[in-house]
């Protein structure tokens, strides 16, 4: 008998690398994919699987309450995997209502039915539900930004400097007041920046190797010494699988690749691959890049200590930098 797994946001650029991952590996797991198909939604990023048996895509909205209750009963959902978001920061600068809406009262939405479809009161779970599970996917930016040294913790206290990861720590406090008091088997991950295939080309990777092969202005913020902690989406899916299956409830874990780079050594290294790969006709890709002005409220640093999750559940990245970006690089070259 499937046990039903509610996917919520999987047609977007995580969610989609990490279904089919999921369906192949759990063939006795029914997932129920849940997308808004909004522009970061791509149905054409999951047609591996639509020959699955285990596998079933519904459109809809997290921020309809009594349509998240009527997918609940009609596939008797036994467990959630949220990733549903808006994720873009120019995007939340502006247009904030959207964050707030999708982010807070969407995950609100989707715990509440799901506390009340799997549980008879507080800490204790109806007989078919026992091993429920809801787990949040996040961001390091709810931790704020960093100096020239140290690392986000678990136990880093949260300073969202964004509309953007404002929503997203107030999701995550959602998440945690339903377990401490409800007393729901939730976990959270904050990972990361992710990048690897079917990623929206708004994002800074996808972004540089479109314009490159456009002949495109590459743009970068101010001087593109801001630094990002980089993590091949694909080993962000395995961290989730594990916990997912593994850690203890209420357990929060950061999930990193220990691979900083600014956002100029990022721009750098595509065009250097490209020029390899498929050399322009004239000039060098670098010779692209063009400095913009600043985003507003823009972080310095992210760099996650990933221990947590190593010592606990023995995770780490099978891609560093170097090879992540050629598989990333090689994909796009693909399927431009």
Known sequence: MFKSILVTGGAGFIGSNFVPY??????????????????AGDLSNLVECEHFKNYTFVKGDICNHEFIKEVFARYNICSVIHFAAESHVDNSIANPFDFIQTNVLGTFNLLDVAYKFWMN???????????????HISTDEVYGTLGEFGYFKETTP???????????????????AYFHT?????????????????QHKEKLIPKIIYNCLNNM???????????RDWLYVKDHCNAIDLIFHKANAGETYNIGGHN?????????TIC?????????????????????????????????????????LNWKPDESFDTGIIKTIDWYILNS
Request: a positive charge; aromatic letters at 14%.
């Open 272 to 312: 250097s691959y490209l020029d390899k790969k498929v050399p322009r006709q004239v000039g060098k890709y670098a010779d692209l890049i063009t400095f913009v002005k600043d985003r507003a409220g823009h972080d310095l640093r992210y760099a996650i200590d990933p221990s947590k999750i190593t010592h606990d």
């Open 260 to 268: 900083e780079k600014t956002n100029l050594e990022v721009a750098y």
């Open 22 to 39: 999921f369906c192949q590996k759990y063939p006795e797991y029914h997932i129920v994919n849940l997308d808004k198909l909004t522009y």
């Open 182 to 198: 409800y007393g729901m088997n939730v976990t959270t991950s904050n990972c990361s920046n992710n990048y690897g295939p079917k």
């Open 121 to 135: 009161a507080p800490k204790i779970p109806k007989e078919n539900f026992v091993y429920s599970r809801f787990h």
């Open 158 to 176: 949260y300073a969202p400097n964004s509309p953007y990861s404002a929503s997203k720590a107030s999701s995550d406090l959602l998440v945690r």
């Open 217 to 227: 202005p590459i743009t970068i913020y101010g001087t593109g010494k801001n630094i």
